[in-house]
C-alpha cells in the first residue's frame, strides 16, 4: 500500500473510523518514513454537530502536527442540483475534493478508513440490488490511488483500540438514521444475520468479497486472453471519434467455439464497451443479442448502443461504430427508444406503458413497483431510485415512455418549468443517452427521471393524505 518516501492524503470526518486510521499513520509514518496530510469536508447537514466535527478534526491535526484542508460546502444543494441522494452526493463531493487535494499536494495514495464490517455491509447491499461479482468485491485494498489500510480490522477491534489508548472521537448522529439504506444494514440487518444466523457473518462476508475479488481478477485476465487470441481490429479515428479506440473488432468463431460461457459473454460485452468507448449503457439484453449472431447466416446483424452494429460475416462476428453519416433510425434499434425481439432484431417504436398502481410495471430490465401509503408524518427519505407523490395532486393517468417534444418538469415548489430536453442539456446527460431514460410522466410532464431528479409538482407536504412510493428496481444482471 505504502512505499518509503510517499505522501499521503486522509480523509479525516473525526469519526471513529478516520480518527483510529489518523493514530495508525501517525505512529507507522516515521517509522516506515511516510507522510501524510489530513482533508475535512463539512456537508452543511447537521448544523452545530457539524462545525464540533470540523473543529475537533482540526484540533486532532494541531496537537500531532499534522497539516488539515477544511472544505465547507452545502451537499444539500448539491443534490438537489443533480438530482441526487444525500448519501451519493455527499461521496461524490469528498471524492472530488480528496482527488484535487492528492494531485495538488503531489500526493502518491488516498487513505479511507473502510473497514471489514464496511466490507460485509457493502456485499449485502450490492446483492440486494443485483449486483454480479464485481460488486461483491468493490471494496478493494488498494484500487488506483486509494489504499483502504484497515480493511482487515473490524469495528469491534477499531472500538478496542481507540478506549485501550484513550484516543477520543466524534459520533454523528446522523449515522442511527435508517432511513439511509447502509445505516439500516449497519444498524438492524447484519446485526440480526450475526445474532441469530451465524456470529462470524462479517468474518465471511468479508471473506466472501476477497475470493470474489480473486475470480473477478481472473475473469478479467482470461477476458484479456481471449480478446488478444480471438480477435482482430482496426483502428478507424473518424468512425471511433476517438484515435485510441478500434473502429471495429472482428470475433472470430474460435472464441464460441472453445471457450466456456462465461469468457464469451465477458469478452464480448468488453469488445462491444472498446469499440462504444463505454460500458454504462451495455447490458445484458446487447451481450445476449451479439452471441445469438453465433451460427446465423452472414449479413444477419443487429443494432446497438452508441450508434454501433454488430453483424455476422464469414469468419464470426463482427462489432463496429458506425461513421456519422451512415446513422440511421435501425442503428440506433440498440437504444431504449427502440423494442427489440430476443435477437436484438428491431420491432418497432417505442409505446408508453401505463403505471400499474399499486402493483407492478415490467419495462425493460427495469421493474416499477408501486405501494399506495398514508401519509404518517414521517420525513421522506432521499433515495435516487425510489420516490414518494402526493396520489392525490396527480390528474393524470400514469405511463413509463421515454422523452418527446414537448416534455417538461417543474422544478421548483413555486410551478417553474423547464423544458426536459433542456434539463437532460444543464445534466451534461450526453446526447446518445437522452433517448433511453426510462420516465414516469403524466401527459407531458415528467415526473420523475429515474437516477436524475424528480419534479416539483407532487411532492409530499403536511397536507398530504395518501402517498404513492414507485421504486425502480433493476433486474439482476451478472456483469
Known sequence: MIDPGDRLILGLSGGRDSVCLFHVLERL??????????????????????????????????????????????????AAERGLSLEEAGRLLRRRVLEEECSGRGAQKIALAHHKNDVAETVLFNMARGSGIGGLSSLRPVRGPYIRPLLGVTRDEIDRFLKENGYPFVEDSSNGDV?????RIRNDILPMFTGFVNVRTVDHLAGLSETSAKIADFLTAETGRCISGYTDRTIEPCAAGNSDLPGEVLISDALFEKESEILRELTVREIAGQVAGSLSDIDRRH?????????????????????????????????????????????????????????????????PVLLEIPGMTYDREICFRCVLEPNRGEP??????????????????????????????????????????????????????????????????????????????????EETKTILKISAEFMTTCF
Not at 431510485?385 to 393524470?396: E, G, N, P, Q, S
Open 380 to 461: 421522506i427519505p432521499q433515495n435516487m431510485y425510489t420516490k414518494w407523490f402526493d396520489y392525490d395532486k396527480i390528474k393524470r393517468i400514469l405511463e413509463i415512455r421515454r422523452r418527446k417534444q414537448g416534455d417538461y418538469i417543474v422544478i421548483s415548489p413555486s410551478g417553474n418549468r423547464k423544458k426536459f430536453s433542456d434539463f437532460l442539456i444543464d445534466r451534461k446527460v450526453p446526447r446518445m443517452r437522452r433517448d433511453e431514460i426510462p420516465l414516469i410522466c403524466a401527459g407531458s410532464e415528467v415526473l420523475w427521471a429515474p437516477g436524475l431528479r424528480s419534479g416539483e409538482s407532487c411532492r409530499v407536504d
Open 179 to 183: 432511513s439511509y439504506s447502509r445505516n
Open 287 to 351: 451481450v445476449t443479442a451479439i452471441l445469438g449472431l453465433y451460427g446465423r447466416k452472414e449479413g444477419k446483424r443487429i443494432c446497438l448502443p452508441y450508434n454501433m452494429e454488430a453483424r455476422r460475416v464469414g469468419e464470426g462476428i463482427l462489432i463496429r461504430k458506425l461513421p456519422e453519416n451512415e446513422k440511421t433510425e435501425s442503428a440506433c434499434a440498440g437504444h431504449a427508444s427502440q423494442k427489440t425481439d430476443k435477437d436484438g432484431e428491431k420491432k418497432g417504436n417505442d409505446v
Open 29 to 78: 509514518g516515521p517509522e516506515m518514513g511516510f507522510s501524510f496530510t489530513a482533508v475535512h469536508v463539512n456537508h452543511g447537514i447537521r448544523g452545530e454537530e457539524a462545525l464540533r466535527d470540523e473543529e475537533f478534526a482540526d484540533a486532532l491535526c494541531r496537537k500531532y502536527g499534522i497539516p488539515i484542508r477544511i472544505v465547507r460546502a452545502s451537499v444539500p444543494e448539491l
